[in-house]
């Protein structure tokens, strides 16, 4: 009995995908374990150590507190996504979402603006963990690991996403262990008197300021971002869209907790908090000095090591992966080149989106790499392309639900949509100046092909949204 229903819900997923004029082509192998396991591994759970001394100083202090606001400000948006993505189970994210909830020219831009965070952001986190491994092991140069990462993460991720799964899985089992021992013995640094127990990393009087704390949480916002790659499975999910919603949710959570007492504890040992305020964290060291005095230097080592490959074999994995999903989503629609939409029939993974991915993120690292501003300059970016696609989300819920199937669920259609758009637009007002305008400018080049397309007869067109042309009707009214 339960075998057949498995097939009928089987059948009947496809059966919707289909009535989107799509054909079931990527490989449905995802549990919700493995979903968790995906987000996870994609938002890092070490990640603030690699970003700790930017957003402490960026706080003034509050760190902590700016990764509560960071949770809280995206537990709005993963709930969106949730409803968005049982309206619309398909690859694509925000880009269908806006497309199909509000319009297809708008689901152009949006997706347009989420590549700015989907295409840089694999090759920001090469380019951090191979610096990163440069600076441990001097003698092999940062190209060469960059290409090494590169090289890896693409085989696996050509191979299916099983593979793909079981390789993040291990990866964050190591992880988890390493913030583990960072726990217990930053814990036990402050037993024996080496820090002074504070609260000051979620509240400094002396600081305070909604302003500063929106500056620091659009750097923290970089340790979340992960989350919504969830929605880029939903085909490949086999629990459906109920499975990934409530797997972003789960993820979001989790990680927050492990984000919120690292930088808790860690907070509490730094050595000269008035010089980190003042001078900021330029090498990105903070975190690792912070391990160095609660442990030793081989505490530091392993922190700083681990960072480093998390960043650049697990997590470039999945946002390669989820970079890939984007491309052959909008390939499919003829919004970029068909060729991206070529999936291998055996392997069940986009294999041309997976190989360009690679090769972008290769060269954008490379060239990165020999800028003294490449990481900041690619991780404000892609912040900012982030946070404005999360807004586009919110309006495409309100849209599609509210105004053109006439929910009446004000709560989950209006009420939440509406605070997650809030938050985030103080978020953004506050954001670094030079992202806002480069955000801005690679929306205008969007703009510009947008015009190029209606101009060349291929305007934008989501299928489902108009009268399919083989039957002639209307497959969704929305």
């Not at 600076?135 to 085989?155: D, E, I, K, Q, Y």
Request: with cysteine; net charge positive; charged share 10%.
């Amino acid at each position: 009995m339960r075998i057949r229903s498995l097939k009928e819900w089987e059948v009947q997923r496809q059966e919707r995908l289909e009535h989107y004029g799509y054909r079931q082509e990527l490989a449905r192998g995802l549990r919700f374990r493995d979903l968790v396991a995906y987000g996870l591994v994609y938002m890092v759970p070490i990640a603030p150590m690699a970003i700790f001394g930017s957003v402490y100083a960026g706080s003034g202090g509050m760190v902590a507190l700016a990764y509560v606001v960071g949770v809280v400000a995206l537990m709005f948006t993963a709930f969106s996504y949730a409803q968005m993505v049982r309206a619309f189970p398909m690859s694509g994210s925000v880009y269908n979402y806006a497309g199909r909830g509000i319009g297809a020219p708008v689901g152009f831009l949006a997706g347009w603006v989420i590549l700015l965070d989907y295409v840089l952001v694999p090759g920001l986190l090469y380019l951090v963990a191979s610096v990163a491994m440069h600076a441990s092991v001097p003698s092999v140069p940062v190209w060469c690991w960059l290409l090494g990462f590169v090289v890896v993460n693409t085989v696996v991720n050509s191979v299916g996403i099983r593979m793909t799964a079981l390789v993040t899985r291990v990866m964050l089992v190591g992880e988890l262990l390493v913030l583990a021992v960072f726990l217990v013995v930053a814990a036990g640094a402050l037993a024996a008197g080496k820090g002074r127990l504070s609260w000051g990393a979620f509240y400094d009087s002396d600081t305070f300021g909604w302003s500063v704390v929106a500056g620091a949480v659009s750097i923290a916002v970089l340790s979340f971002l992960g989350f919504d790659g969830i929605s880029m499975l939903a085909e490949e999910s086999r629990g459906g869209p109920r499975q990934v919603g409530r797997a972003m949710a789960a993820v979001l959570i989790l990680a927050g907790v492990l984000f919120v007492g690292q930088t808790w504890l860690a907070a509490m040992l730094v050595a000269d908090p008035g010089r980190l305020l003042a001078d900021g964290d330029p090498a990105g060291t903070a975190f690792y000095d912070v391990a160095r005095v609660a442990g030793g230097g081989w505490l530091a080592t392993v922190c700083a090591v681990a960072t480093a490959v998390a960043w650049g074999l697990p997590n470039s994995m999945v946002a390669q992966v989820a970079t890939s999903r984007l491309l052959y989503a909008m390939a499919r629609d003829r919004q970029l080149p068909g060729f991206l939409a070529r999936v291998s029939p055996r392997r069940g993974v986009p294999v041309n989106a997976t190989l360009l991915t690679g090769v972008v993120s290769l060269v954008l690292g490379l060239y990165m790499a020999g800028r003294a501003d490449g990481v900041t300059v690619l991780s404000s970016l892609v912040n900012f392309g982030a946070m404005v696609a999360f807004l586009v989300l919110h309006v495409s819920v309100v849209v599609h639900h509210l105004v053109r199937r006439r929910s009446r669920n004000w709560w989950a259609h209006l009420v939440m949509p509406v605070l997650g758009f809030t938050v985030l637009a103080y978020v953004v007002v506050h954001a670094n100046i030079a992202a806002q305008r480069a955000g801005l400018a690679w929306l205008a080049v969007g703009l510009v092909v947008l015009a190029c397309l209606y101009a060349t007869g291929r305007r934008p067109v989501l299928s489902g949204l108009v009268p399919a042309r083989p039957a002639g009707r209307d497959l969704e009214r929305v």
